[in-house]
Structure formats: structure tokens, C-alpha cells
């Protein structure tokens, strides 16, 4: 096996401002338990919580342990000494992130920590509040000088600040540049570690091994192959607990910006000259940028969304987006989107991407597929029956974990007859060792000061440049005659050709009252 010998980060203090939540219970406390117990922390990891609510030390570690109990990976009870021992540098701090007195307090636990002399601090940020208090409160860190500027050089005898950001990074291109231009002023782009947990997981950084180990597939990773790319984020789950954050957001700022335009940016880059942050991040950002702007036409053809109606969620009954607890009644949010793109440059001229998400479709499914062109002269076009399906590459992350080709294939027997064969890697059954969550490839990577799977100012703000117009165009619009598609099905697109080219899905029907589209 060919393997990188994974960086021990150096000892710090990581303090987690909104630890009351749920991220900082269902993903970070699991994330570091598991870590932990796979030795990948160093012994003098401190954690400081941070939140405004009432907890002492002992009744915040014992809501972590609930946080572990419930979303760990690896059993909670299975490695006691790693919780017991992460645990004992756990404390808890209580403030409000409104005005500097509000973080006095972390600076008195950072100082007993760290000692008030300037010397080798090491510290990590981690901002799992709602996105609103997050450039004031670190305005108030760095008056209090708890986070400073820090060029990478200077790192080495002083230590390193550090800031995790949660999405969303923006609502749209401006308040993404302000937002960007907020963070500038205090803190170096080295600093900053914007996580897009889709990076985190396995098959997601398993598409450039794909790619760039394999000289198979950089041959035909153009136009001259390739007939289309499908990305897909599909979830079979409502808005559950998050309608009040999603219903202000909807599909294309919850998960078109973020995690398929990274996806596609992956996909279908230039290989890096390296797989450092910066040649990487460099090519996904000049993939970003060739995104064909969406002209008049595309923005009403080539651009769909859609709410769910109610339907079938499983065996279950589900209700309307609209009938969800913490939905407007008339909300017009979209918890589907489904863009076709174009790439202007050399290597994907013509070529469309497909990209879509939505909530309450058929199933969970979160994929990329290259389907590839017909060979050049067809020999067995003579053959009776419907030619069997072009050659595809499929590319999946969720829920389960693998690599499928398709190819065409000879049916066993006298006669010539054609089939198409799946080749299927499932991870699972592949290999033995479980994955880790993303939480904890990205948590270990911030620690350690690896930036290459979070994204980049530039990158935030070419996502949003190329899905602004879209916002734009459908506040100009009449309302949309949602809802258009019924919950367990494949959204307003089932059974309507969106991917041919020539049609234009502009005036999607409503449901009727039964669930049906009309
Ligand atoms: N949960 C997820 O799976 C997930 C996934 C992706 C991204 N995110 C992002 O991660 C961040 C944290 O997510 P979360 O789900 O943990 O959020 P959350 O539970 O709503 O908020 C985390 C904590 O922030 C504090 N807070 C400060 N100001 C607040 C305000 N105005 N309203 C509500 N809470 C406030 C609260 O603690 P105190 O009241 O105790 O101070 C709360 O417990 C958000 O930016 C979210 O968009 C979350």
C-alpha cells in the first residue's frame, strides 16, 4: 500500500464558540473522541466550550458524552480511556459573543492554559454559531488579542491562530465578498479553514486519486468523450429540525454552492501540479471560473426548482414543505434546484453537467456519473433490439461508499446479443478498515495546519458569482407555482426530458390537491 504518514498536530487549544449545539454534539465531540482513540491528537489537546448557555464543566462533558452516545462512529463505550482522557481537558466557558467583555472570561481560561506571556500559543477557532454572530465575535477576539494576524512563517515562533468557519459563507456574491473582506482585515487567508464537510469524505478526495493515479481516465476526461456529467445531491429526509435556517436559505444556497460546485470543481479540474493546498485549490478555483455565465434563456430554461407537495417518505406518509413545522405556509423556497452547466474551456466545451439537488426525493444519493459517447462507427448497429446503454463511470459518496463502470458487454451464447455489465467497487466490502466521518479527516487537518480540503476565498466567491444571477433572476419572477413535485419522487424533473437540450421546462406544473403533478 502507498500511504502519506499522517501529521501529528502540535499541542494546542481548541475553543468551540456555540458548543451548546448540536453541530458541536453530533459531529465535533464524536469526531474527536474518535480521533482520540486512534491516537491522532496530541496529549495536551485542550478544549474550551464556549456558548452563552447554563452549564458547569462536568454537565457540558456529560452533554458530549450524550453527543457521542448517540452520532460516534466508533461505540462510545468502546474506548473509555480515550473519553476519559479527552475529557479531563475538556472545560466549559460561559459568555456572549455580543461585546468584549463577553469573551473576558476565555481570556482568563486561555491565560491560565497558556500563560499570559506572548510565546507559543497555539489556538483553534472553531465557530459553530449561526453565521450572523460570527464577524463581531471575532472582532471582539482580536481586540481582546486572543486571535491575531499570523503569517505562516511568523507560525513557527509564535504559534498558530486559527479559525474554523461553518457555511453558509454568504447569501449571495456581495455579502460572500464582505464577508471575506470582514475576515481580511484581521486574519491572513492561511488562517482560515472553511469547512465543506463533502470534501471530508472518502470518495470525494477518492476522485482525484481516481483521476490522477489512474493513466486510464485522463484520456477520455474531455469532450471527446464524454457525453454529459450528472452531479447529484439527493436526500430522501425533509427539512427536519433546521426549516427555520433552510427556509430562509433554500436548495441552491444550502447545497448547490457549497457541496456540488465543489464536487463538479473536483470532477472536472485541471490536474494540479502538486496536491498541496495551494495547486489545488488554484485549479478548482480556475474551474469555477470557466462556469459558463447563465444567459436570459438559460436562467428560464436550463435552470429549474421546485418545492415537494405531500407524498411518500419510505413506507411513511410526508407532509408539504409547506405544511413543516417552522415553514411559512406560502414559502416559496426551493428544496430542489437542477442546473445545466457549461464548462468554457478546451477540455469541456459542450458539454453539459447536470447538477442537481433537492429535499424528499425517491432516496438518498449523493453521486457523480460521466456518461460517456457512442463509439465512432458502430459496428453492431445491425443487431435487433435497443442498443444497450453508453458506457458509464459512476462516481458514489453516499449512502454507500464506491466506484461503478459500466460497460458494454456480449450476452453468452450462440447468437450476438448485447448487455451492459456493472463493475462494482463497493468500499465496504473492498476494504476492511471503516471510513472515517469527514468530521474527523478535516478536525485532525485544521489541527494540523492542512488547508487543501477546505475551501478558498476564491472559490466561495466563483460559486457565488455563477449562482447569483439565478437568486436574481427568480426574485424578478412571479411567484412559482409551487408545490411541483411530490415528496418521494425524483423532484419536477421525473419523467420530463430536462436533459435534452432543446426543451425548455420554464412553466413547470403545480401538484394538485392529490399529490400528482397536473
Ligand atoms: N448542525 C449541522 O449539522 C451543521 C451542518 C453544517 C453547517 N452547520 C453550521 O454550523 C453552525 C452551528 O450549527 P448548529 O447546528 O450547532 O447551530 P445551533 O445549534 O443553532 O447553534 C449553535 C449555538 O450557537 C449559539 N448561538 C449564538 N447566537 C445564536 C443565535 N442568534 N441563535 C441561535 N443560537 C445562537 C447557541 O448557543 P448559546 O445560546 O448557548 O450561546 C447555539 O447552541 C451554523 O453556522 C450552521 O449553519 C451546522
Given at each position: 500500500?502507498?500511504e502519506t504518514s499522517y501529521?501529528l498536530?502540535?499541542?494546542?487549544v481548541?475553543?468551540?464558540?456555540?458548543?451548546s449545539?448540536?453541530?458541536?454534539?453530533?459531529?465535533i465531540?464524536?469526531a474527536?473522541?474518535?480521533?482520540k482513540?486512534?491516537n491522532?491528537?496530541?496529549?495536551?489537546?485542550?478544549?474550551?466550550g464556549?456558548?452563552r448557555?447554563?452549564?458547569s464543566?462536568?454537565?457540558?462533558?456529560e452533554h458530549?458524552?450524550e453527543?457521542?452516545k448517540r452520532?460516534?462512529r466508533?461505540?462510545?463505550?468502546e474506548?473509555?480511556?480515550?473519553w476519559a482522557?479527552?475529557?479531563?481537558?475538556?472545560?466549559y466557558c460561559?459568555?456572549s459573543?455580543?461585546?468584549l467583555?463577553?469573551?473576558?472570561?476565555?481570556?482568563a481560561e486561555?491565560?491560565?492554559l497558556?500563560?499570559a506571556?506572548?510565546?507559543?500559543?497555539?489556538r483553534l477557532f472553531?465557530?459553530?454559531?449561526?453565521?450572523?454572530?460570527?464577524p463581531?465575535?471575532?472582532?471582539?477576539?482580536?481586540?481582546?488579542?486572543l486571535l491575531q494576524?499570523?503569517?505562516p512563517?511568523e507560525e513557527?515562533?509564535?504559534?498558530?491562530h486559527r479559525v474554523?468557519?461553518?457555511k453558509p459563507?454568504?447569501?449571495?456574491?456581495?455579502?460572500?465578498?464582505?464577508?471575506?473582506a470582514t475576515?481580511r482585515k484581521g486574519?491572513e487567508?492561511?488562517?482560515?479553514?472553511?469547512m465543506?464537510?463533502y470534501l471530508?469524505?472518502?470518495?470525494?478526495?477518492?476522485?482525484?486519486?481516481?483521476?490522477?493515479?489512474?493513466?486510464?481516465?485522463e484520456?477520455?476526461w474531455?469532450?471527446?468523450?464524454?457525453?454529459?456529467?450528472h452531479?447529484t445531491?439527493?436526500?430522501?429526509?425533509?427539512?427536519?429540525s433546521r426549516?427555520?435556517?433552510f427556509?430562509?436559505a433554500?436548495?441552491?444556497r444550502?447545497v448547490?454552492?457549497n457541496?456540488?460546485l465543489?464536487?463538479l470543481?473536483?470532477?472536472?479540474?485541471e490536474?494540479?501540479?502538486?496536491?498541496?493546498?495551494a495547486?489545488?485549490?488554484a485549479?478548482?478555483s480556475k474551474l469555477?471560473?470557466?462556469l459558463s455565465?447563465?444567459?436570459?434563456?438559460?436562467l428560464?430554461c436550463?435552470?429549474?426548482?421546485?418545492?415537494?407537495?405531500a407524498?411518500?417518505a419510505?413506507d411513511?406518509k410526508?407532509?408539504a414543505?409547506?405544511?413543516?413545522?417552522?415553514?411559512a405556509?406560502?414559502?416559496?423556497?426551493?428544496?430542489?434546484?437542477a442546473?445545466r452547466?457549461?464548462?468554457?474551456?478546451?477540455?469541456w466545451?459542450?458539454v453539459?453537467?447536470?447538477?442537481?439537488?433537492g429535499?424528499?426525493?425517491a432516496?438518498?444519493l449523493?453521486?457523480?456519473a460521466?456518461?460517456?459517447?457512442d463509439?465512432?462507427?458502430d459496428?453492431?448497429?445491425?443487431l435487433?433490439?435497443k442498443?444497450?446503454?453508453?458506457?458509464?463511470?459512476?462516481?458514489q459518496?453516499?449512502?454507500?461508499?464506491?466506484?461503478?463502470?459500466?460497460?458494454?458487454t456480449?450476452?453468452?451464447?450462440?447468437?450476438?446479443?448485447?448487455?451492459?455489465a456493472?463493475m462494482?467497487?463497493?468500499?465496504?466490502?473492498?476494504f476492511?478498515s471503516?471510513s472515517p466521518?469527514?468530521?474527523?479527516r478535516?478536525?485532525?487537518d485544521a489541527?494540523a495546519?492542512?488547508p487543501s480540503?477546505?475551501a478558498s476565498?476564491d472559490?466561495?466567491e466563483l460559486a457565488?458569482?455563477?449562482?447569483?444571477?439565478?437568486l436574481k433572476?427568480?426574485s424578478?419572477?412571479?411567484?412559482?407555482?409551487?408545490?411541483n413535485y411530490?415528496?418521494?419522487?425524483?423532484g419536477p424533473?421525473?419523467?420530463?426530458?430536462?436533459?435534452?437540450?432543446d426543451v425548455?421546462?420554464?412553466?413547470l406544473?403545480?401538484?394538485?390537491?392529490g399529490g400528482?403533478?397536473?
Open positions: 500500500m502507498f501529521r498536530p502540535q499541542s494546542c481548541m475553543v468551540v464558540f456555540g458548543a449545539g448540536d453541530l458541536a454534539a453530533r459531529k465531540a464524536p474527536l473522541y474518535n480521533l482513540a486512534e491522532r491528537l496530541p496529549a495536551d489537546l485542550h478544549i474550551v464556549f456558548a448557555s447554563d452549564f464543566t462536568d454537565s457540558f462533558r458530549l458524552r453527543g457521542l452520532h460516534s466508533v461505540p462510545a463505550e474506548y473509555p480511556d480515550a482522557r479527552l475529557q479531563e481537558k475538556t472545560i460561559r459568555g459573543y455580543d461585546d467583555s463577553g469573551v473576558a472570561g476565555l481570556r486561555l491565560t491560565a497558556q500563560g506571556e506572548p510565546g507559543r500559543q497555539n472553531y465557530f459553530a454559531v449561526p453565521p450572523d454572530v460570527v463581531g465575535l471575532i472582532d471582539h477576539l482580536r481586540e481582546a488579542e494576524r499570523r503569517l512563517d513557527k515562533q509564535k504559534g498558530f474554523v468557519l461553518e459563507f454568504g447569501h449571495d456574491i456581495a455579502s460572500a465578498c464582505a464577508l471575506n475576515l486574519l487567508e492561511s488562517q482560515i479553514y472553511r465543506d464537510h471530508g469524505k472518502e470518495t470525494v478526495q477518492n476522485i482525484m486519486v481516481l483521476r490522477f493515479a489512474n493513466p486510464i481516465f484520456p477520455v474531455n469532450n471527446r468523450y464524454v457525453k454529459n456529467v452531479i445531491v439527493a436526500e430522501s429526509d425533509g427539512v427536519g426549516a427555520k435556517y427556509d430562509s433554500g436548495a441552491l444550502d448547490m454552492q457541496h456540488v465543489q464536487l470543481a473536483l470532477f472536472a479540474m490536474p494540479p501540479a502538486g496536491m498541496d493546498a495547486a489545488v485549490r485549479e478548482k469555477l471560473g470557466a455565465p447563465l444567459s436570459p434563456e438559460q428560464r436550463a435552470v429549474i426548482r421546485g418545492q415537494y407537495g407524498g411518500q419510505g411513511e410526508a407532509v414543505y409547506r405544511d413543516e413545522r417552522g415553514v405556509s406560502d414559502s416559496i423556497t426551493e428544496t430542489f434546484v442546473i452547466a457549461y464548462i468554457n474551456n478546451w477540455r466545451s459542450g453539459p453537467f447536470y447538477l442537481t439537488t429535499k424528499r426525493l432516496r438518498t449523493t453521486e457523480a460521466v456518461e460517456f459517447k463509439v465512432p462507427h459496428l453492431f448497429a445491425a435487433e433490439g442498443r444497450p446503454d453508453a458506457n458509464m463511470l459512476k462516481v459518496v453516499q449512502p454507500e461508499e464506491g466506484i461503478a463502470l459500466r460497460i458494454t456480449k450476452v453468452p451464447g450462440l447468437q450476438m446479443k448485447l448487455s451492459t456493472d462494482e467497487l463497493p468500499y465496504s466490502s473492498r476492511a471503516q466521518e469527514a468530521y474527523e478535516l478536525l485532525l489541527l495546519g492542512d480540503l477546505f476565498r472559490e466561495i457565488w458569482r455563477y449562482l447569483t444571477p439565478i433572476f427568480w424578478e419572477q412571479a411567484p412559482p407555482a409551487f408545490p411530490a415528496a418521494g419522487s425524483w424533473i421525473e419523467g420530463k426530458d430536462f436533459f435534452r437540450e425548455c421546462y420554464a412553466d406544473e403545480p401538484l394538485q390537491s400528482e403533478p397536473a
